[in-house]
């Protein structure tokens, strides 16, 4: 049993509160990171990122904070049965140390698992945001029974408060419905996310296996066999890419898929590299021309397959000044004229889905806000049915201001003391000046008595002396 052990369970959900506020904070854009930190192993400056650097200072002003309320609250239970409403604030306020020290306070876990670097959006976990409203809570309630105290309020006070509350919650529920368009917004991206990267990682496979027939076949000198050996890994990143990388990183044109590695005029590269593609789908997917209105498509197998519809939502650009149309509809071995087309399209889709999916990423900040300073309204909805229920405007008049004749008395006292202090002050300086001028008085008789024993022993010595 020691002193730590008794704030155990007050300040593990402060230190969880600092955690909360902080990464609330990163992730809404206020820098809340240190780039140096002292290293444990020396005296040495370590650079990098550490979010532990700014926590003393938000964990000691939500201890003064803390310590603050713990005031606010006994004050407002003294207005509600004055030393019983206190006696009764000490046995709830101190029963959660006591029972840590007795080792009965449940060991609860209010700092966060991870932290997420500019994570917009994150406004960290429930167990560190419940202290936050528990404070809020309870700062709401003490404030508005103490001004219920001071200032006499009424029923009149309790209607007009009420305007306010539904309002609020009017407005909560309004945030409901803008968390459910969120996550509308959200889906959205990670669907459009989900087909880019199949459509990468199904053309991948489909590269993978032109790239074995150019190596058997020795066409590694054919510009769409250098394409395929170059374009795998690109291939490959936006397959594995997410939602939040995809739109800022993926191809703009077709140029940045067909010719990935340069920046000169490629379109008569891009012409040859689609032209060899397109023979070669002709040769492992033949299509057979049995009449003028009727043709047979190479059966679907492992080779050759239907390229999926929502791989073909855009037309390819035309080659040789011919949009191939039909490419849905027939099977081929390498997809690249459907799915190219979609990868460079669903990047701008992209783009423009994540537009209203950061601003309601930062809209859960607003959001974060909002709760903390609807716990203050709550707390004083709740302090108003105290009100009620403890009749604090129907008391007799002797009994209202009860805080009021509490710091009068303080006041009274205080002054007392002071008063008191001051006459002792005066009586000790009076005294001291009364023992200085006796002291004063008997040193200047002694001196003057040595003064004169001192003349009548050299009277006595000159009449001494013969004549």
């Not at 006591?98 to 991870?114: A, E």
């Not at 929502?310 to 099977?331: A, E, H, M, S």
Request: aromatic share 12%.
């Amino acid at each position: 049993m020691s002193f730590h052990t008794f704030l155990v369970p007050y300040i593990e959900p402060l230190l969880g509160a600092a955690y909360n506020i902080q990464q609330a904070a990163e992730g809404y854009g206020v820098p809340s990171l240190n780039g140096f930190e002292a290293d444990p192993a020396g005296p040495a400056m370590v650079s990098g990122l550490s979010p532990r650097i700014p926590l003393p200072i938000l964990l000691g002003a939500l201890m003064v904070y803390a310590a603050f309320l713990f005031v606010l609250i006994l004050i407002a239970n003294y207005v509600l049965g004055r030393k019983t409403g206190l006696g009764a604030a000490l046995v709830v306020l101190l029963l959660p140390g006591t029972l840590s020290c007795f080792q009965l306070w449940p060991n609860i876990r209010y700092v966060p698992t991870k932290f997420e670097l500019y994570g917009t959006g994150n406004t960290g976990e429930l167990l560190g945001f419940l202290p936050l409203l528990g404070l809020g809570v309870l700062t709401g309630w003490a404030l508005v029974i103490i001004s219920y105290d001071i200032f006499r309020l009424s029923d009149r006070f309790r209607h007009t408060y009420d305007h306010f509350w539904y309002c609020c919650a009017i407005l909560a529920g309004v945030f409901f419905v803008m968390d459910h368009e969120s996550n509308k917004h959200k889906s959205e991206l990670l669907e459009e996310n989900l087909s880019s990267r199949t459509a990468s990682a199904y053309l991948l496979r489909q590269v993978e296996q032109y790239a074995n027939h150019c190596t058997q076949d020795h066409l590694e000198q054919q510009a769409s066999c250098q394409w395929a050996s170059r374009i795998q890994q690109t291939l490959n990143d936006y397959a594995t890419q997410y939602e939040g990388l995809y739109y800022k990183v993926g191809p703009e044109t077709v140029a940045d898929l067909y010719t990935p590695f340069t920046r000169e005029d490629t379109s008569n590269l891009i012409v040859q590299i689609r032209t060899e593609i397109r023979d070669y789908n002709a040769k492992i997917c033949p299509v057979k021309q049995i009449d003028e209105n009727t043709h047979q498509l190479a059966r679907a197998s492992t080779t050759c397959q239907h390229v999926p519809a929502q791989f073909c939502r855009w037309y390819p650009d035309p080659l040789n000044g011919v949009i191939d149309k039909d490419l849905l509809t027939r099977t081929v071995a390498l997809g690249s004229e459907c799915i190219v087309k979609m990868l460079v399209a669903s990047r701008e889709q992209q783009k423009k889905l994540s537009i209203p999916v950061d601003a309601d990423q930062k809209r859960q900040h607003l959001r974060w806000l909002f709760f903390i300073a609807f716990s203050l309204f709550a707390g004083g909805k709740v302090a108003n049915a105290t009100a009620k229920l403890c009749n604090l405007d129907g008391r007799e008049p002797t009994q209202q201001r009860r805080l009021w004749r509490l710091v009068i008395r303080v006041y009274r006292r205080i002054k007392v003391f002071f008063c008191w202090v001051g006459h002792c002050i005066q009586q000790g300086y009076q005294l001291m000046i009364s023992r200085g001028h006796w002291a004063w008085t008997i040193a200047h008789a002694s001196i003057k008595a040595m003064r004169e024993k001192r003349a009548s022993r050299a009277n006595s010595k000159h009449l001494q002396e013969p004549q």
